[in-house]
Structures are given as structure tokens and as C-alpha cells.
């Protein structure tokens, strides 16, 4: 046993050189997916692959590096000090086919002492889509190659590899230099750990190492532990799984804290489809984990394989979340693997509310869709370009017990992933961004409300069109953007097309006051996943999920709606219909006028308790009545004016149900569910 | 013959007068025309800033037996180091600032980039707690944002016109909702500023006497986020900024100084008072960068050009460093939560330790940070109620530090409250005996500060070994010989002006003024174009900071111009900044270019990271201007009659060790070139030096004392 000043000491220089590693990646990194949106990440791993310490990248990279250097173990033959394999198979361990993994040794006499390995989003690593999203693909033979590759020889770049992944790329020299930052930064780590294992030894850093993993799972343990048993139950529902292909599919959790464990149980999500959406297992591990390191473990307890003992996570084989070879997974990460992360912040959030001790830590919702934009063009010098743009980083997030939802929030996966300059994404791309601007109303109703996110509009610039592949997660029906104890969601995630626009009226006018439906020319509400043009001319906008509210929207203080109307966050409409709050000539809130009405919406709650029988349910969180819960449904635009667009507020699939206390009419619940004459893809 | 310094038996001239405004000390460093240094110190009044000031020179003036008008009218140089920007900006304490976007962007401060304008710039440990971290406090409220109707494209071409008329409406509703100061942050106005230069004519006309910062002028980069804060911030504190260093000047120049007075920035340079307005912006944090100045100054005198700066205070840890010249930079600090800026500073990493740092432990760890007693309560030891243990204790409990000479004697401390905190509150949950536990959070502390030192030359490129350590603030001494011996490090400074050193830099900063524009420029054309574009660049950029020194009343042939290039692989998205050597760049320069920027790719990153067949693409231009300020000749101590000091030891606790007797000796004592081994505590009023078994310490005739690690026998 290594003493705790030793074990503290040499933990920290081990995380600081894995930082090292972290920010050579975001040095030489040729994406802005990686540089801002933060999607890479580095890890130190025993020689048994079990991760010791993860970097400050994407959490869903975090449980499958491991999954990744263990098959590079498997695979890599005959191991030398220098060398280094790339692998992006998502049967080995990648998420998805664009994640590529550098795993190195570090040798330590002539043995394996332990591994080092990064993972980074390629921005195109081929298949039959531009950017690898494939949403046309039906079969994994229309999805990117998958690599198994010596990079490093001994030191030495392995020019066929580099080759070989190169030449599959539409963006050559962007994977060439991505490739490059990987390579770099198993460079500074090697270096860094053998000065490191000079100065204390291998006996010490290899204690260091594993008592570190046991650490982060008894903090995990003893956590969970504190936790009361229960069960949690978490969803979300994909709208669309292919171009054309517009079937409804739904992840199901039962989350269940017994003793100190967490078990994940995805019984009842659906079969898999023949479309890139789907997620291998590895995949839903890791998608489960993010709550827990986001919320749980926070900056107190280590992100290292620890956590991964603590939990449990079974999902039937053949289903969209445990999709077995050859099933075809490119979309994966923003695909089903999101939305397991969706369902699974959901039954934490739920978890951590059924505690008084730890229901600061409840947000039911964090971008609840990846709105992910992959626009490629022809530039008039003959070279292709082509990226994602970022704009789908400023999602809202939920309202916590305590306070708003952030605004802008980007991804409970990545605390840093960010939305880039526009001035950045048009020298990038030849494009013009019209506005970019907070959607008002776009976060979901609370006493502490969700998140707003924020909206773009952009047309083709110096190039007569652009290819756009539209792959976004879900949301142009259900929005999957989850509130709480009453609180409803936010805007779903939704894209929209305006052809023959009047481009020039449109720039010349104060864009502030410009509604969709005011942009001149055919508007078209896009599905989920769509391959278009956009030509010149043409307008095409969109916006991610705003964060749904924590708790009944007639609790909030009026003074907070009234802030809100004068910030542009809240129209005077929703003021009134979803807050029940009148304001007054100077718009402040009318206090008087505010009770009564909102005294009359309660009242008339009540009165649906009439119409329904009630059911039972606990005591209510508003009045302490035990006497039980009614419910009444509602087309999904009840919500807000951002939803289900598509369908003008009222899709063929889900409506809203609100659960209010039978007593004193306070929501208790507000949940998207399926219609009655719904048909979907889910296992029944 | 009213004023005679005893010490000199003539009146000298001051050369240089450095006051540098901290948050609790005001503190001044005065160079006579012989280089002869004297210090003083007082409070800092933040309530009358100009007050602190004078105060510190009356203390000067009675060292000196003479009055403030004499001083002044007998100097030369006054230079002012002051955190009142800073202070306004942290408090919300500036201008109610009015702004303009290009209509459809009216929220890129709100939206802030998502994250970055909510955890950025924040301590990593407190980041990762995400769904605790609040937004800062908006710099501009809603209703005083307004979108104006123009549009340039990224290619600098007139997308739509402006709409002047409109405009006009804009201004005058800003003005009525009570706009002291305007922001204007147009889309691409880096590279075309047209419409940023007819909105300044218009406002001159309809809203004169409000001052105006334009994008283009404050911040000329790619990125309108950035490029927004940092012109905000420059109308937010102003103002502000203007109106006192106004003050100061005046009064000063009514108390006797010839010339105006000179105000560093948080690039390491000066800039004169006339000019501050235009630039307040560059002023904040600029507080901790004298001491890179002060270091790089002492560097020249030492023989050494590459330099660690490591100053421990009270809460906080902060290293910089210099390399030859140049004071590493940071292209884009954060100036706040959230606030990042695209205005290139002295780069100073800083990290949560210091003699406040708070020992804790989780029940399953040790840990020493980020969280501080502060000065109240303090430390266990202050006896003013803290119960935490501190650095600061762990100090005390390992003999380090003599409770009965804590800076000289002003404190006394009471090892008891140390000695019960690290027990009951580190000692007993880990298992661990008292000493072995405090001797444990010294360690842990030594190690995060090596680690941080480690960092700050390893991202640069640099091995850290391979560079001098310049320690400086109250707390160093006690840690400096432990982590440079982590480090590897031969070279250890403990610089005599120490306790001043950020008014020494203060005092000797260097006039500069720096220009750049952002002009992306691929290198895959015709290298005649390239060339003379590039040419052309750093000719208006030179014109720019010729007339800036002009301004100044400064010949512009007095000063030396450095050439940078901010370039990066095409496609990347940060660059590399390079000194190019020369003021011209030929034809057949590109590949020398690359040549560079190749080898500084392979010295940080390894073999294997470069690609010849990717295209380089230089993103923006930089020019600095430098009027060196004049350098004082430092003069030597007189050491010559210093009585010899009595054998006085004290046990100190060493991990792994136990006890050793460690001999104590007074910092007035040290004797010019005698060699003091360690284990033992050398005292200094302020502050106390830790040399440890195996290491040895000697003073210069400057009263720098120069700690090596002793051959191994």
C-alpha cells in the first residue's frame, strides 16, 4: 500500500501528463469538431487496458478507449517499443467508424509496462454519406471502412497505413493532420511517463495506477450506497432512422440502484434497423456512464474505469442498442447512443430528485438531440471542402432544483464543447450566415426553467450550392428535451428549408423580428434525416433542443417571467399561457392579476379531475395531498410554440399527458407519450 | 541642500519610479541615476486610488528625509502598475455601454459560445462540476444591444450596404437608454472597416464626447466573439481607466513630475498616460506582469536568458516565463469567467496554492487547495478562528517557519492551532503521525507547483531544466528549493527586490506599442503575390505603431520593430506565432517559412507530426514597436560590515527522515560569496528561505541569493 501523500503526488503527475496529451491533440487538430466541440479524448491505461485517467474530452470516449486498446492487445501480434496501431472499428471498441483510437505501448524493458491512447472525430473517414454520417446507409457495406492498422513502426510513421486512411477520406489533408495530433500526443505522453517512471520507479506508478482505479470505485460504491434502492425509468424515441425511412424507435431504461450498484437494464427498446443509428454495445456503456460522470463524479472522483465496475448495463442483443455485426453504426454516437444518454440522464435525474441529499445534482435534460450539420461543397479553385457546422453546441439544458437550465448549455458530454465563430464557420466553408440568435420561447416552462437554445439561418456564398447532410437525432416530433416534477420539455430539435428566398430583403431587414414563417420564399420543415442541396438562393436554418423546466411553470416567481419577457427569452404570449403571468404596461409582473389566473388554470385542472378518474400516486410535492393524480392529454404544441413543427404542433405519433395532484391541481408530471394509434418500431 | 540621502552625500536623480497598486499593498521601487534601489510600501485606499499612491511616495520622501514635490521634480521615469481596471471589470463596476452588432448577431455575447462564456477560464476542478457553475454577470444588459443593417462577407466585400438612417435611430435609443460609452463589433470589420469607420463619423456627429471602441482597432482578428469581449470590456472600463489615470497624471505633474506618467500593460510593455482610453482594455491583469519584467531585467544583469518565474503569495501560485526577449504570451487570456479576449498578454499560469491553501481530505485522499483561509480567519495558526490547516501551518508544525519571526515578527503565530488542525483534521482520518502528515501536505503542495512549472515549459516546447528559476512573493522561499529539485533545475534566484519585484518591473518597463491584422494569406500562390502581400501587412502595421510612438512624443527611429506571423497547416484551427527576423519577407522566403515552423512542430510534438504536402496559411500579421525605457547600472550592496551572527538551530521535520538540526540564519547577516548549507532557514523580514539537506545557498553583491542542489558525495 502506497502512502497517500506518494499515491497523491504521483496521481497528479499522471493526470497532468495525460492533460499534455490532451492539449497536443487540440494543438495540431485540423477539426473543429475536436478543437471546439471537443470530441477526442486521451487516456492512460495499465497494461491490462483498464483506463487509470481520462482527459477533459468527450465522456463517451471515456468507457471505450479501453474497450478499443483491449482489442488492440488481441490483434497486435508481436509489440515493440515505438510502435502504434489506429483502429475504428465499432465491433472493437471505436463508438463509431469517424472515432479513430491510437494506442501505444510503453515499453519499459523490453516489456509492455502499460498503454497510452486517444481518440479523435475524423471529420470524413468515407462511406457512402459526405462527413460519414451515413443516413442513406442501409447495410454496414455503405458504411466507412474500418481500420486495423500499425501507424507506428518502432517510432517510424507507417506510410501504407497512412496511406490507406488518407486516400479513403473526402478531406485528406484534414484525417492526414488529425492523424498527425494523435500521433503527437502519444509522442509528449511516451516521453513524459518514461521521465516520470525514471524518476519513481515502475514499482510505485504501477501501485499509483491501480490504486487509483480501486479508489474512484470505492468513492463510486460508497455513493451509491448512500443512495436508497429504487427504480428510475428513463425513454426517448428516435423519429426517423434513414432518409426516407421515417419509422418511430424508442430506447427503454430501467434504472436500478441496488446496494452499490447501478444496473442499466434496456429490456424493451427496439429491434435493430437497417439504418446507421444503431449502437453496439460498447457504445450503450458508454452512453449509460455520462450521468453518472457528469453528475456523480463530477470533479471529485476520477474518470477511470472505476465507475465502469459500479455498473451494470444489460441491453437485449438485436435491438437498436445492442446492435450485433453486420449491423451498420456510422450515426451511432449521435444516433442511438445519444438518445441512451438522453433516457439514461433522465432515470439519474430521476434518482438523484428521490433524494433530498442530492437533488442538486438532478437535470433531466442536456442537448436531448445532436442537430449535427455536415456541409460539404466544391469551392471554384477545384478543392473539395467540407465540415459539421457547431451550432447545435448552444442546445439548452433542464432546469435544476435550484435554479435555470443553462442557456447555450453544449453537451452533458463535454462541459467544454462549444459553438464555433461564425466568422470561423464562413471562412471554412463557403457560406453566409444570416442570424444566429436565441429562439425565444425554445425552453421548456418551469418554476426553474430549461435552457433556451439557439437558432441559425445560413445560405450558400461564393459557391452556387452546398451538400447538406442533415443527420439530426430526433425532435421534429417528440422532442425528447425531458423536464421534471411538472416542469415541461423544451423546443425539439428541429431544420427547416426555404427555397427560392429573397435573400437580399432578408439581410437588409433587422433579423431580430424574423419568424421562419416570415422568411420569404417555400418553407419546408425538414424530417430528422435529410440529403439535400442548398443552392444558391436558398435559406436553410436550424436549431437544437431546448432544456425542459424542473417543476410546476405557475410556481415561478412572476418577477423572474417578467426578467425573462424583457430579455427576449419569453414572449408576453407564453407569459400569459404557459406561466400564467400578466404584466403590466412597463412589463412588470401584475401580481394581483398573475394570482387569479393562475389561481383559475389550477382551478381548472381541478375540474379535468372531474372528467378523470383518479389514479393513485405519491403525495403531491405542491400541497402534501396523497389523494391522488389525474390526467389529461394534449396536442405537443401544448408545450410551446417549437415543437413538432413539422406537423404545426400536432404529430401523428405522440401527444403530451400532464399529471396534476387531484387536490390542489399542481403539475406533478408532464411527459411526451405515444398515441393510442401510434405504430412504432419498439419490442412489445 | 534641503534633502540629502545620507547614504549617497549628493542629490541624485531618479531615473525610475515604479508604483505598482496591488489589492491589500501599495508598493514602490525608486531608481536613483547611480542604481542605487530603494522600496517602500503602503496600503493600498481603493476607495481613492490616487491617495495610495501619494501615500507611498510620502513614506519614500521620509526614508529620504525630503518631500514627494522633490522626488517627483528630481525624476525622470514614473510608471504606474494598477489593478483599478481589473477591479471594475471583476465588481461590474464600469460604463453602462452601449453596442452595436451587424442586425442577426445582436446575441453573440448572450449566446457566448455556449460554454465558453460559462466555464471558461475557470480552475479545470471547478468546471468539471458543470451543473453547479452559474454564468457571470453580463457586462451589457439586453436592452442596450442593437443590430445594425450592413453585412461584409468573409472575403471583405460589401454585402449589404449600411443603412445609415436606421443606424442613426440605433444611436440615439442607446443614447437615451443612457449609453456612456459604445461598442461597435461588425461582422468581417477586421477585414473591411468600412462601416466600423462610418458608424465612428456618425456617432461623432450624433452623440459627440461618447467614446467609441471599433472592433477593428481594439481587437483586429478572426472570431466575433472574442472579438466583441474584447471591445466591450475596452468601452466598459474606459472611462473608467481614463478618468483616473487622468487624475494621477495631473496630479502628479501638478506636484512637480516633468513628464507624463506611463501605465504597464498585460503585454509587458508601457503605455503613455494620453493614450489609455483608446486601449483600457490592455490594462487589466496587467498587475502580476511586472515581475516577469522585473525578471527578465535581472536576467540581462545574471546571464540568463532563459527564465521560470514562480511567485507564491497568499492564495495563489503563478508561473511565467521568458525565453531570451520574449515574455511568453497568451494569445487569448481569459480576463474573467467567461470573458476571453483576443489580445495577446504576458502569459501567467496560476493555480490555487498558496500559504492559505487549505488541507483537506475526503475521507479517501489528501488533498491542499483550491480552496484558501485567506487572511481572515487565515491560517490555523493566526488564532483568529480558522480551524482548517494551511500551508502556512504545515509550516510551522515542521519548524520551518519560527512562529515568533512570521514576516518579521507582525504576526505571531501559535504552533498549538496548527499543530491540533493537522492532526484532527488530516492526521488522525488518514492514519498518518502529525508530522509525517504535515511534512505530507507540503509535499503534495511542492509537487502541484513543480507540475504547474512542468506544464507552462513543456507547452511551450521548452525542457524545464534547461531554464533559470526566478522565485519572488511572501510564500516562495519556504517551497522554491523543493520544486526546483523536482524539476531538475540547477539555477535558483531569489532576487533581492523580491518583496517589490512587480514595482521593479513597473519601474523599467519598456514603451510598446503592438498592431495586427488578421489577413489569412495561403501559401500555395504565386510567392511574388505572397511576398508582397505580406510586405505590405508589416508596412501598415509599422506605419500604425510608428504613429502610435509618435503620439507619444517618441521618434520612431528610436525603436526597435519585431515581426510576427500567426500561421497554422491549412485547415487548422490555432495557430503558431513565429518571429519572422527580418521587416521584409522575399520571394523565396516561404520556405524558410515552413522550415520554421516545421522545427518548431517536431521540437514539441515529436517526429512524425509535420506534412509537406499540406499547405501553410498565415493568418494574421503582428508588428511591435519597443522605445526601451533606460535601464538603471544596479549598484552593489554594501555588505562590508555586518556582525558576525551567533549559532542558532532549530529543529526542522523531514519526510522520510524525522527531525534534523537546521541552522537559522538572518537574512541581514549573509555575507557576499559565503556558502550556506543546508538544512537550514535563512529569515528575511518578509519572507523565509527552506534550504533543504543537500542543497547550498550563497548571496550575490546584489543581495540575490543563488540556490544550487550540492554535488552528491
Redesign the interface.
Given at each position: 500500500m502506497i502512502?497517500?501523500?506518494t499515491?497523491?503526488?504521483v496521481k497528479?503527475?499522471l493526470w497532468?501528463i495525460n492533460?499534455?496529451q490532451g492539449?497536443?491533440i487540440?494543438?495540431?487538430?485540423?477539426?473543429?469538431i475536436?478543437?471546439?466541440g471537443n470530441d477526442y479524448n486521451v487516456g492512460l491505461f495499465t497494461e491490462n487496458a483498464e483506463l487509470v485517467t481520462a482527459g477533459?474530452g468527450s465522456l463517451v470516449h471515456v468507457t471505450t478507449m479501453g474497450d478499443a486498446v483491449a482489442s488492440v492487445i488481441g490483434g497486435a501480434g508481436e509489440i515493440q517499443a515505438g510502435d502504434a496501431w489506429m483502429l475504428n472499428d465499432p465491433f472493437l471498441g471505436a463508438l463509431h467508424q469517424n472515432d479513430v483510437v491510437v494506442a501505444s505501448p510503453l515499453m519499459r524493458d523490453g516489456r509492455v509496462f502499460m498503454w497510452i491512447a486517444n481518440v479523435l472525430h475524423h471529420p470524413d473517414v468515407g462511406g457512402i454519406d459526405e462527413g460519414s454520417f451515413c443516413i442513406n446507409a442501409r447495410t454496414l457495406d455503405d458504411d466507412p471502412p474500418r481500420f486495423f492498422m500499425k501507424i507506428?513502426d518502432r517510432?517510424?510513421?507507417v506510410a501504407e497505413s497512412e496511406r490507406i486512411f488518407v486516400s479513403n477520406s473526402r478531406l485528406p489533408?484534414?484525417v492526414?493532420?488529425d492523424l498527425?495530433?494523435q500521433?503527437?500526443?502519444i509522442?509528449?505522453a511516451t516521453?513524459?511517463l518514461n521521465d516520470l517512471l525514471d524518476d519513481r520507479g515502475e514499482d510505485i506508478v504501477r501501485d499509483v495506477m491501480h490504486q487509483s482505479i480501486d479508489?474512484a470505485e470505492?468513492?463510486v460504491r460508497d455513493f451509491i450506497r448512500d443512495i436508497p434502492d429504487g427504480s428510475w425509468t428513463g425513454e426517448a424515441w428516435m423519429d426517423g432512422v434513414r432518409v426516407g425511412d421515417e419509422r418511430i424507435c424508442r430506447v427503454a431504461l430501467k434504472l436500478t440502484c441496488d446496494g452499490d450498484t447501478l444496473r442499466f437494464d434496456y429490456t424493451g427498446s427496439s429491434d435493430q434497423v437497417d439504418a446507421a443509428v444503431n449502437s453496439t454495445i460498447s457504445a450503450t456503456v458508454a452512453g449509460s456512464a455520462v450521468p453518472l460522470y457528469?453528475?456523480l463524479c463530477?470533479?471529485?472522483i476520477d474518470w477511470n474505469d472505476g465507475l465502469k465496475r459500479c455498473i451494470d448495463v444489460f441491453a437485449p442483443e438485436g435491438t437498436v442498442v445492442n446492435a450485433t455485426y453486420p449491423a451498420p453504426v456510422s450515426i451511432s454516437t449521435v444516433g442511438f447512443r445519444w438518445l441512451v444518454t438522453v433516457a439514461a440522464t433522465q432515470a439519474v435525474a430521476r434518482m438523484f430528485n428521490s433524494t433530498d441529499k442530492h437533488r442538486?445534482?438532478a437535470?433531466p435534460s442536456w442537448n436531448s438531440s445532436s442537430n449535427c450539420n455536415n456541409i460539404f461543397a466544391m469551392l471554384p479553385d477545384g478543392r473539395r471542402t467540407g465540415s459539421l457546422l457547431s451550432d447545435h453546441?448552444?442546445s439548452g439544458a433542464a432546469g435544476?432544483s435550484f435554479?435555470d437550465g443553462?442557456?447555450?448549455?453544449?453537451t452533458v458530454t463535454s462541459?467544454?464543447?462549444?459553438?464555433?465563430?461564425?466568422?470561423?464557420a464562413?471562412?471554412?466553408l463557403p457560406v453566409?450566415?444570416?442570424?444566429?440568435?436565441?429562439l425565444a420561447d425554445s425552453a421548456g416552462a418551469g418554476e426553474y426553467r430549461g435552457g433556451v437554445t439557439?437558432e441559425v439561418a445560413l445560405t450558400p456564398?461564393?459557391v452556387d450550392e452546398l451538400t447538406l447532410k442533415l443527420t439530426n437525432t430526433a425532435g421534429t416530433e417528440q422532442t425528447n428535451a425531458h423536464g421534471i416534477d411538472g416542469g415541461y420539455p423544451g423546443a425539439g430539435s428541429q431544420s427547416f428549408m426555404v427555397r427560392n428566398a429573397d435573400i437580399?430583403a432578408h439581410?437588409?431587414?433587422?433579423?431580430?423580428l424574423l419568424k421562419q414563417t416570415d422568411l420569404r420564399g417555400d418553407l419546408t420543415w425538414l424530417p430528422s434525416k435529410a440529403d439535400e442541396v442548398i443552392r444558391k438562393g436558398d435559406i436553410y436554418g436550424f436549431w437544437a433542443a431546448g432544456g425542459g423546466g424542473f417543476r410546476d411553470p405557475l410556481r415561478r416567481v412572476p418577477a423572474k417571467v417578467a426578467e425573462d419577457v424583457?430579455?427576449?427569452l419569453v414572449s408576453t404570449a407564453e407569459a400569459r399561457r404557459s406561466y400564467g403571468v400578466v404584466l403590466d404596461d412597463d412589463g412588470s409582473a401584475d401580481e394581483d392579476a398573475t394570482q387569479a389566473l393562475r389561481d383559475q388554470r389550477r382551478a381548472e385542472k381541478r375540474v379535468n379531475g372531474r372528467k378523470h378518474a383518479a389514479v393513485p400516486g405519491p403525495a403531491c410535492t405542491a400541497c402534501g395531498a396523497t389523494g391522488g393524480v389525474v390526467q389529461s392529454r394534449y396536442p405537443l404544441c401544448h408545450a410551446g410554440p417549437w415543437i413538432a413543427r413539422r406537423y404545426n404542433g400536432d404529430g401523428p405519433n405522440f401527444e403530451l399527458q400532464e399529471t396534476s395532484c387531484s387536490a390542489c391541481g399542481a403539475l406533478v408530471d408532464v411527459s411526451e407519450v405515444l398515441k393510442k394509434t401510434a405504430e412504432t418500431g419498439a419490442t412489445q | 541642500m534641503d534633502s540629502i540621502d545620507p547614504a549617497m552625500g549628493i542629490r541624485p536623480r531618479f531615473t525610475n519610479i515604479g508604483v505598482d497598486t496591488g489589492g491589500t499593498f501599495t508598493d514602490l521601487v525608486l531608481i536613483d541615476d547611480r542604481g542605487v534601489i530603494r522600496t517602500a510600501k503602503s496600503f493600498s485606499t481603493p476607495e481613492a486610488r490616487e491617495k495610495g499612491v501619494f501615500d507611498v511616495l510620502g513614506r519614500a520622501a521620509t526614508a529620504l528625509n525630503t518631500s514627494v514635490d522633490d522626488i517627483l521634480a528630481r525624476t525622470d521615469i514614473f510608471a504606474h502598475g494598477t489593478t483599478a481596471s481589473t477591479n471594475a471589470l471583476i465588481q461590474r463596476r464600469g460604463a453602462r455601454v452601449g453596442v452595436l452588432f451587424t442586425?442577426?448577431?445582436?446575441?453573440?455575447m448572450?449566446?457566448?459560445?455556449?460554454?465558453?462564456?460559462?466555464?471558461?477560464g475557470l480552475p479545470?476542478?471547478?468546471?468539471?462540476?458543470?451543473?453547479?457553475?452559474?454564468?457571470p454577470a453580463p457586462l451589457v444588459p439586453?436592452?442596450m444591444v442593437r443590430?445594425v443593417?450592413e453585412?461584409i462577407?468573409?472575403?471583405g466585400s460589401v454585402?449589404?450596404p449600411l443603412?445609415e438612417n436606421?443606424l442613426c435611430d440605433s444611436i440615439e435609443s442607446l443614447i437615451a437608454g443612457g449609453a456612456e460609452s459604445l461598442a461597435v463589433c461588425l461582422?468581417?470589420a477586421f477585414r473591411n472597416p468600412v462601416h466600423e469607420q462610418r458608424i465612428t463619423a456618425i456617432c461623432a456627429e450624433i452623440a459627440p464626447g461618447i467614446p467609441v471602441s471599433l472592433s477593428h482597432q481594439v481587437a483586429p482578428k478572426?472570431?466575433?466573439?472574442?472579438r466583441a469581449v474584447t471591445t466591450v470590456i475596452n468601452a466598459y472600463i474606459g472611462p473608467l481607466t481614463e478618468a483616473y489615470i487622468g487624475d494621477l497624471d495631473r496630479g502628479l505633474s501638478s506636484a512637480g513630475l516633468a513628464n507624463p506618467i506611463q501605465v504597464i500593460t498585460s503585454n509587458g510593455g508601457a503605455a503613455r498616460a494620453a493614450n489609455i482610453g483608446r486601449q483600457a482594455v490592455s490594462i487589466v491583469n496587467s498587475g502580476p506582469v511586472g515581475g516577469l519584467v522585473a525578471a527578465r531585467f535581472l536576467g540581462d544583469q545574471l546571464g540568463h536568458d532563459k527564465i521560470i518565474t514562480a511567485d507564491m503569495g497568499g492564495t495563489s501560485f503563478d508561473v511565467g516565463l521568458i525565453d531570451g526577449d520574449t515574455l511568453e504570451e497568451d494569445p487569448r487570456p481569459y480576463l474573467d469567467q467567461g470573458l476571453p479576449v483576443t489580445l495577446p498578454a504576458v502569459k501567467l499560469v496560476t493555480i490555487g496554492a498558496g500559504g492559505g491553501s487549505i488541507a483537506w481530505t475526503?475521507g479517501?485522499?489528501?488533498?491542499v487547495g483550491p480552496q484558501s483561509a485567506g487572511a481572515d480567519p487565515g491560517p490555523a495558526a493566526y488564532g483568529r478562528g480558522g480551524t482548517e490547516p494551511t500551508v502556512t501551518d504545515a509550516l510551522l508544525v515542521c519548524g520551518i517557519v519560527d512562529p515568533e519571526n512570521f514576516f518579521g515578527g507582525a504576526y505571531k503565530l501559535d504552533p498549538a492551532l496548527s499543530a491540533r488542525a493537522i492532526a484532527e483534521r488530516i492526521a488522525q482520518p488518514?492514519g498518518?503521525d502529525l508530522q509525517?502528515a504535515a511534512?505530507?501536505i507540503l509535499?503534495?503542495v511542492n509537487?502541484?507547483m513543480a507540475?504547474l512549472i512542468?506544464?507552462v515549459s513543456?507547452?511551450s516546447g521548452h525542457d524545464p531544466g534547461a531554464f533559470a528559476l526566478y522565485a519572488y512573493g511572501g510564500a516562495t522561499g519556504a517551497h522554491c528549493a523543493e520544486f526546483a529539485r523536482h524539476l531538475g533545475i540547477g539555477r535558483l534566484v531569489l532576487p533581492y527586490a523580491g518583496p517589490v519585484f512587480s514595482a521593479l518591473g513597473v519601474a523599467i518597463a519598456d514603451i510598446v506599442y503592438s498592431h495586427s491584422r488578421s489577413e489569412?494569406l495561403s501559401l500555395t500562390g504565386d510567392p511574388a503575390d505572397a511576398s508582397e502581400a505580406v510586405n505590405r501587412h508589416f508596412a501598415v502595421l509599422r506605419d500604425a505603431a510608428s504613429d502610435d510612438m509618435r503620439a507619444a512624443g517618441i521618434d520612431p527611429a528610436s525603436c526597435t520593430f519585431r515581426h510576427r506571423i500567426e500561421m497554422r497547416?491549412?485547415?487548422?484551427?490555432?495557430e503558431v506565432t513565429l518571429d519572422w527576423p527580418k521587416p521584409q519577407f522575399a520571394a523565396g522566403d516561404a520556405g524558410v517559412l515552413r522550415g520554421l515552423f516545421e522545427s518548431y512542430?517536431e521540437k514539441?510534438?515529436?517526429?512524425?507530426?509535420?506534412?509537406p504536402?499540406?499547405p501553410l496559411e498565415l493568418i494574421s500579421f503582428r508588428v511591435e514597436a519597443t522605445h526601451p525605457t533606460r535601464r538603471p547600472v544596479l549598484a552593489a550592496l554594501d555588505n562590508g560590515a555586518i556582525a558576525a551572527a551567533g549559532e542558532k538551530y532549530r529543529p526542522v521535520y523531514i519526510?522520510g527522515t524525522g527531525f534534523v538540526e537546521a541552522a537559522i540564519v538572518d537574512f541581514e547577516t549573509l555575507r557576499v560569496g559565503e556558502v550556506y548549507h543546508g538544512p537550514s532557514v535563512i529569515e528575511r523580514n518578509t519572507t523565509t528561505i527552506w534550504l533543504p539537506p543537500g542543497t547550498s545557498a550563497t548571496m550575490d553583491v546584489y543581495g540575490n541569493i543563488f540556490i544550487v542542489p550540492e554535488a552528491e558525495s
Open positions: 502512502d497517500p501523500i499515491f497523491e503526488v497528479h503527475r497532468q492533460d499534455e492539449l497536443a487540440k494543438t495540431i487538430s485540423a477539426s473543429p475536436v478543437v471546439e477533459i507506428l517510432g517510424e510513421l489533408d484534414a492526414a493532420l498527425r495530433a500521433i503527437g500526443a509522442n509528449v516521453a513524459r479508489l470505492r468513492q457528469s453528475f463530477q470533479g471529485d442538486d445534482r437535470c453546441r448552444g435544476r435554479a443553462f442557456d447555450h448549455a453544449g462541459y467544454a464543447s462549444s459553438l464555433g465563430n461564425v466568422e470561423g464562413e471562412w471554412k453566409m450566415y444570416l442570424y444566429r440568435r436565441q439557439c456564398y461564393g437580399d439581410l437588409t431587414q433587422s433579423a431580430r424583457r430579455s427576449g | 442586425a442577426g448577431f445582436e446575441d453573440t448572450t449566446i457566448a459560445r455556449g460554454p465558453i462564456g460559462r466555464v471558461g479545470q476542478q471547478v468546471a468539471m462540476d458543470f451543473i453547479h457553475t452559474e454564468p439586453r436592452s443590430g443593417s453585412r462577407g468573409s472575403d454585402v449589404v443603412n436606421a461582422l468581417w478572426m472570431g466575433e466573439f472574442e475526503d479517501y485522499r489528501l488533498h488518514l498518518l509525517e511534512a505530507g509535499e503534495i509537487a502541484r507540475n512542468r506544464k513543456i507547452e489569412p497547416y491549412r485547415g487548422q484551427m490555432n512542430y514539441r510534438f515529436g517526429a512524425g507530426t509535420t506534412r504536402e499540406t519526510r
